[in-house]
T-cell receptor, first 117, second 112 residues
């Protein structure tokens, strides 16, 4: 399997549930990202794992918790979400080095459409 | 001021014509510039990236970068109905992987 995969593709959960989104990249990249895309809003960067460094967006509520066990896998753990968290959650990966911009092109997975009831 | 600005559209272009999409950015330290295409309900797909001032051509697509004026554009020649989508401009500052900022996108509609 190639590229960036995400599971599940669709998820419906109640506000008291705990669920996890999974992302896997098969591109040999060393940086992985979680984005949130809501209707009529720009992509919002949530979390980045790059060269084993986690960079966190301070505006992300603690009910979202990322986990990156290795350079190929990324999880987003969800608990006690709110209806306004319903959105498309996109994972992306890139090959990033500190030496220059030529390797930072991001490739996206198909996304998980999340609905919080 | 938004960091990456795009006209939301919709931009309507007749089939066979040239579609011109524009993007401006605020961070003068930006080094990498990307255009993504996103069909409704799908994830963004990279079309082109550009790092140097001037034009970069790939098939029917041409990206243009002017760092002095802080804008980047995408031209689509011989527009096809399959080009109808939202086009996202993304800008990456040199210093950090976390400084990838997306515009809100321009919706392009190619009319037959």
């Amino acid at each position: 399997e190639t590229g960036v995969t995400q599971t599940p593709r669709h998820l419906v959960m109640g506000m008291t549930n705990k669920k996890s989104l999974k992302c896997e990249q098969h591109l040999g990249h060393n940086a992985m990202y979680w984005y949130k895309q809501s209707a009529k809003k720009p992509l919002e960067l949530m979390f980045v794992y790059s060269l084993e460094e986690r960079v966190e967006n301070n505006s992300v509520p603690s009910r979202f918790s990322p986990e990156c066990p290795n350079s190929s896998h990324l999880f987003l753990h969800l608990h006690t979400l709110q209806p306004e968290d319903s959105a498309l959650y996109l994972c992306a990966s890139s090959r990033w080095t500190s030496g220059g911009p030529s390797t930072d092109t991001q490739y996206f997975g198909p996304g998980t459409r999340l609905t919080v009831l | 001021q938004k960091e990456v600005e795009q006209n939301s559209g919709p931009l309507s272009v007749p089939e066979g014509a040239i579609a011109s999409l524009n993007c401006t950015y605020s961070d003068r330290g930006s080094q990498s510039f990307f255009w993504y295409r996103q069909y409704s309900g799908k994830s963004p797909e990279l079309i082109m990236f550009i790092y140097s001032n001037g034009d970069k051509e790939d098939g029917r697509f041409t990206a243009q970068l002017n760092k002095a004026s802080q804008y980047v554009s995408l031209l689509i020649r011989d527009s096809q109905p399959s080009d109808s989508a939202t086009y996202l401009c993304a800008v990456n500052a040199y210093s950090s992987a976390s400084k990838i900022i997306f515009g809100s996108g321009t919706r392009l509609s190619i009319r037959p």
